[in-house]
């Protein structure tokens, strides 16, 4: 089966600007995360879609960072404006959330660079 | 709110060795704990997972236990190759709720 698609891969953006990145789930996966990993860590949690809802947003900086997932399927991550410390790896994984399957399958990220 | 501590942050062995990952979570509700293998520049990848009904779960050099009442689990991986150089997260969640993850150990296989 096909796995989790991001876009895009590397985005560099000066501080103050804004981005969006987009993640494609795996088909038929009914929730979805963002991550944020940065350097030297483990990924953050910073949304979980169940479906097109909000599961959990309590860890994402409303200020700047938004999220939606129209439709239950693609979702799309942005910052706006950001800042110097928004520079990381963000991760979308997703996962088919029944009792017995609840591996979360990881995209291949969207590097960030803000200057 | 869930927390997970793991050690150590670097761990080197010669090949053949035996690695140990240890993880300590701080939610008792917690019921699923996965361990995640990412190589230099890519995607988290499942390794090894175990639900808090099973004490220890084994897939070929790779192993995985948990103590519940003490709140702990590890990583075991058995003769050690250089192709298992790469950084291990564990993770722990509750039913409903998304992983939390630890900061992950640094493995290096030397030959």
């Known amino acids: 089966e096909a796995g989790v698609a991001q876009s895009p891969r590397y985005k560099i953006i000066e501080k103050r600007q804004s981005v969006a990145f987009w993640c494609n789930p795996i088909?038929?996966?009914?929730?979805l995360y963002w991550y944020q990993q940065i350097l030297g860590q483990g990924p953050k949690l910073l949304i979980q879609?169940?479906?097109?809802?909000?599961?959990?947003d309590s860890q994402l900086p409303k200020d700047r960072f938004s999220a939606e997932r129209l439709k239950g399927v693609d979702s799309t991550l942005k910052i706006q404006p950001a800042k110097l410390e928004d520079s990381a790896v963000y991760l979308c994984?997703?996962?088919?959330?029944?009792?017995?399957?609840?591996?979360?399958?990881f995209g291949p990220g969207t590097r960030l660079l803000v200057l | 709110g869930e927390n997970v501590e793991q050690h150590p942050s670097t761990l080197s062995v010669q090949e053949g060795d035996s690695a140990v990952i240890k993880c300590t979570y701080s939610?008792?509700?917690?019921?699923?704990f996965p361990w995640y293998k990412q190589e230099l520049g890519k995607r988290p990848q499942l390794i090894i997972d175990?639900?808090?009904?099973?004490g220890e779960k084994k897939d070929q050099r790779i192993a995985v236990t948990l103590n519940k009442t003490a709140k702990h689990f590890s990583l075991h991986i058995t003769e050690t190759q250089p192709e298992d150089s790469a950084v291990y997260f564990c993770?722990?969640?509750?039913?409903?709720?998304?992983?939390?993850f630890g900061k992950g150990t640094t493995l290096s296989v030397s030959s």
């Open positions: 088909s038929g996966h009914a929730t």
């Open positions: 994984a997703s996962s088919p959330r029944t009792a017995l399957q609840e591996t979360q399958y």
């Open positions: 879609f169940q479906n097109n809802g909000v599961v959990d």
């Open positions: 939610d008792s509700a917690s019921n699923y």
């Open positions: 175990i639900r808090s009904n099973v």
């Open positions: 993770a722990a969640r509750q039913a409903g709720t998304a992983l939390i």
